[in-house]
């Protein structure tokens, strides 16, 4: 399989939760490594632009003020299959559809605080990558 990048967000709830560390060691493990972070706390707008293709969803307003309630934590992963291993680490959207050993399994409460983000296909990987580092903030190993 190709090496990959991806793009996770720690969100809110799992930062106020400090898991940080819990999180970042489960990639660690899992064969993807850091090759780029910040935390921040997003703006409305840019939340709004992140999530731009939920905008029509019923969801959207909740998701936008819950994504700025607090500081997140940026990275971008890099490993073998980096996309998809990440979205089967993170588990089910719903966290109480998620596998027994997933993030949001262990660290999530409910659909919209749900822990974590991660790109679900090269495509969105490549924009939402670009959306938040620039390519020299990247330091690919
Ligand atoms: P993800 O790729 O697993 O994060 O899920 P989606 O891309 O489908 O949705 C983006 C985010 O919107 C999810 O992570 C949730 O935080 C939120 N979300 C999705 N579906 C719902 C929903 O039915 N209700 C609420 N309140 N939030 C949702
Ligand atoms: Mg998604």
């Not at 997140?72 to 089967?88: D, P, S, T, W």
């Not at 596998?99 to 296909?121: K, L, M, Q, Y």
Request: net charge neutral.
């Amino acid at each position: 399989m190709a090496i990959e990048r991806t793009l996770s967000i720690i969100k809110p709830d799992a930062v106020a939760k400090n898991v940080i560390g819990k999180i970042y060691s489960r990639f660690e493990t899992n064969g993807l490594k850091i090759v780029a972070a910040q935390m921040r706390q997003l703006s409305q707008a840019e939340a709004e632009g992140f999530y731009a293709v939920h905008r029509e969803r019923p969801f959207f307003k909740d998701l936008v003020s819950f994504m700025t309630s607090g500081p997140v934590m940026i990275q971008v992963l890099e490993g073998e299959g980096a996309i998809l291993k990440n979205r089967e680490l993170m588990g089910a959207t719903d966290p109480k559809k998620a596998a027994p050993g997933t993030i949001r399994a262990d660290f999530a409460e409910s659909i919209d605080a749900n822990a974590v983000h991660g790109s679900d296909a090269p495509e969105t990987a490549a924009v939402e990558i670009a959306y938040f580092f620039p390519t020299l903030a990247i330091h690919s190993r």
